[in-house]
């Protein structure tokens, strides 16, 4: 009986170590304003970016655009409906997901996600600033 | 796995440590004025795989790794001449400087890292990674 309590204590033990040991953090930057936080545990991984945001405009385009693409997260299965603190996006790939779809296509898909998300966030700059200049023109003719 | 015998080195230690590390980074000053970046990243490399448990060493081994990770030019050349058995401790000093946030320490650190997974491969990041045992 004591030998089988011990057995069953160690066994707690190690397991809580092990989850301890499986949960790690991966920081990476480029810069101040752009890094990327990678958190595993043992049955999911949590991707966070923080994308580039130069100026205020680009920081209102940034924030409107992936809260969009955030409150439709179940269309793309990946994506988490709240980005975790600090960050201006979130993953969540679970062993699920995992099983469903392609390992490498993926992350295919989520390094395509991130080039999109620079892409579009300059697109909507530009036309923000040309359409501003515009009705700019347009209503200093009347002058 | 380093020149030299492993050492097993508990946390009363850390003062002796932080000593040779002091003297590692005079040797690497003097190997840089020498205009001999490579060999500075090699002294700056060995010991570390040392298990080392005290925050202080590695903060204080990371300032001296990380000085001459800056003072290489030269990526390519660099690599033709360290030896492949640096090439994992070098990965988790390279994702310890990417995580700092300082950009060019984070350009620089990038610039090694894609040199360094086309030699090594995606096993080495991932032993990087993984080892929970010698970390820095």
Request: hydrophobic share 45%; glycine share 4%.
């Amino acid at each position: 009986m004591r030998k089988w309590l011990v057995g069953c204590f160690l066994c707690c033990w190690l397991w809580i170590f092990l989850i301890c040991s499986l949960a790690m953090q991966v920081l990476i930057c480029r810069n101040e304003a752009e890094k990327c936080l990678i958190e595993t545990s043992i049955n999911s991984l949590r991707i966070s970016l923080k994308v580039k945001q130069a100026d205020e405009l680009e920081n209102i385009l940034a924030k409107k655009f992936l809260r969009f693409l955030s409150m439709r997260a179940e269309a793309f299965q990946v994506l988490r409906r709240k980005p975790v603190q600090g960050y201006d996006i979130s993953f969540l790939i679970t062993n699920y997901h995992c099983e469903e779809l392609q390992k490498q296509k993926l992350i295919d898909f989520i390094v395509q996600f991130m080039e999109d998300i620079d892409k579009e966030i300059s697109e909507l700059k530009m036309s923000v600033s040309t359409r501003g200049r515009l009705v700019a023109t347009e209503f200093l003719k009347q002058f | 796995m380093m020149a030299g015998a492993e050492k097993f080195v508990e946390a009363d230690n850390a003062e002796a440590i932080i000593t040779r590390i002091e003297h590692k980074s005079r040797k690497i000053e003097s190997l840089l004025k020498q205009n001999k970046p490579v060999e500075a990243l090699k002294t700056a490399l060995e010991g570390s795989s040392h298990m080392i448990r005290d925050e202080r060493c590695k903060s204080a081994n990371w300032i001296v790794v990380h000085r001459a990770l800056m003072a290489i030019k030269d990526v390519e050349g660099m690599f033709s001449s360290l030896d492949p058995e640096y090439y994992d401790i070098l990965m988790k000093y390279l994702y310890r400087g990417l995580s700092t946030g300082d950009r060019p320490t984070c350009d620089q650190c990038l610039r090694i890292h894609e040199k360094l997974t086309e030699r090594a491969g995606l096993g080495c990041i991932l032993r990087s990674l993984a080892d929970t045992v010698i970390t820095v």
